[in-house]
């Protein structure tokens, strides 16, 4: 199978010549060293640069690495920080590109998993002053998001996340019905490499890469004493997603479940720890009336489903709940910012006051989603199942309420064509509004 990885390749093109890092971040495994050191490299060839002008190193690669021996070789190449850590000494490396490059020619710099060169904002200031050099880098560490290095970038940072492949980008490499791709892609997910492994090979590998990988990746790098309570709040984070959650409810959760007692702050740590890594994205609840974001609670979605159906055990494939994550990350592909919805409301009740009016009732309605990007916004709400019509009148409600003319969709698994409904709603089947961008325009 190939995964083109367009959306991305665009995204690098459009960068190209900007006088900024552009840096390609994402979980591991996701892609990024795929996207950069083939996919871009091979646009790059096709564009007519030639081959000793594209500079690749990876510093997680020891053929690259040894390169590196022959400059200052009274110094180390490789300084240990740690049981099996290490990170490579920048000012051989700095030599080796000067050997490599001239003045008089334009050079692009494909540098992968970058967070292991020593002092790496340093040395990607310095050749940023290289008016013939392009520079591309990835890294899986928080370090590349941190707000020191935005400030030590001071705005010469610009950033491709990718995420693990899009329905629609599984759909058109494994060359699958939609109907067929759904029923493995809720199951195994996006993350590339899956795909090829054989089929009965497929789980285990998952396993591999939530427990071997970016579990054991933040404990080593975060330095976590209590790795199992980690491992176990990834697992309640994984059986709740599309659920409200916070710190305080999950500490009194595993206080009175688990019996462990782990404070709201050393929670919320962690779920930091399972962003910085991409392996979870919280979506913030916005206030629709109020205008204004609700810290606490949020909700919790997996980068990748097939992750999370591996922390499960793949024992907790609920479709629903699945739908929802992966429409939460269908927005985030297309560029969108998303966050949870919100709009207070005073309904009518059934019950009558002395003087024999109706008494309403203040309520707190959801919109599952709401996606911004420049001007552009939508509402989504996402339902698995509209087969009566008090589901669907259900799903409709908190958009009544929404007195905007921005679009609002109801996303549903129906099969039918698309159609607005007599209040202008639109009523999607899930595989047309994950295969046509036109429905979110």
């Not at 899956?194 to 890469?209: G, P």
């Not at 309403?360 to 199942?385: G, H, M, R």
Request: hydrophobic fraction near 35%.
């Amino acid at each position: 199978m190939y995964f083109d990885r367009k959306v991305y390749l665009d995204q690098l093109i459009r960068k190209k010549h900007n006088s900024l890092v552009k840096v390609i971040t994402g979980a591991r495994r996701s892609g990024k060293s795929y996207l950069m050191n083939n996919i871009f490299y091979k646009s790059l060839l096709n564009e007519g640069i030639k081959e000793k002008n594209i500079i690749r190193f990876s510093f997680d690669n020891d053929e690259h690495i040894d390169l590196l021996d022959d400059f200052f070789p009274e110094e180390k190449t490789k300084i240990i920080v740690g049981k099996d850590n290490y990170i490579i000494n920048s000012k051989k490396f700095r030599a080796y590109i000067k050997s490599v490059t001239n003045d008089n020619e334009y050079f692009y710099l494909l540098l992968d998993e970058i967070q292991m060169l020593d002092s790496f904002v340093g040395t990607l200031n310095g050749f940023l002053s290289h008016s013939n050099f392009d520079i591309y880098v990835t890294g899986s560490n928080s370090q590349l998001l941190s707000s020191e290095i935005e400030t030590k970038f001071r705005g010469r940072k610009s950033s491709i996340h990718l995420l693990p492949l899009s329905f629609s980008e599984f759909v058109t490499g494994a060359n699958l019905s939609p109907e067929s791709a759904w029923r493995k892609y809720i199951v195994t997910g996006g993350i590339p490499i899956i795909y090829q492994q054989d089929e009965e090979d497929r789980e285990k590998y998952l396993l591999d890469l939530c427990y071997e990988t970016y579990l054991k990746d933040i404990i080593g790098r975060k330095n976590i004493k209590d790795a199992d309570n980690l491992s176990d709040l990834l697992g309640v984070l994984a059986s709740c997603i599309g659920s409200g959650v916070s710190p305080s409810n999950l500490e009194k959760t595993f206080k009175l479940n688990k019996n462990i007692i782990m404070c709201d702050d050393t929670i919320s740590n962690y779920i930091n720890h399972f962003q910085d890594a991409f392996v979870i994205s919280i979506a913030k609840k916005y206030n629709i009336k109020g205008k204004a974001y609700i810290n606490t609670p949020y909700k919790v979605y997996f980068e990748d489903i097939g992750v999370r159906n591996a922390k499960t055990n793949f024992s907790q494939i609920e479709e629903s709940h699945i739908m929802e994550n992966i429409i939460y990350n269908e927005l985030r592909y297309r560029g969108f910012n998303v966050s949870v919805g919100e709009i207070d409301v005073n309904e009518m009740t059934d019950r009558i006051d002395v003087n024999g009016k109706h008494i309403y009732k203040k309520k707190s309605l959801e919109v599952d989603f709401i996606a911004t990007k420049d001007s552009q916004k939508i509402y989504v709400q996402s339902c698995l199942n509209i087969n009566d019509e008090n589901t669907l009148n259900r799903e409709k409600r908190s958009l009544y309420y929404i007195d905007d003319s921005f679009k609002k969709i109801i996303v549903t698994k129906n099969g039918l064509d698309p159609y607005y409904d007599s209040n202008g709603f639109l009523i999607v089947d899930i595989f047309d509004f994950l295969l046509n961008p036109k429905f979110l325009l």
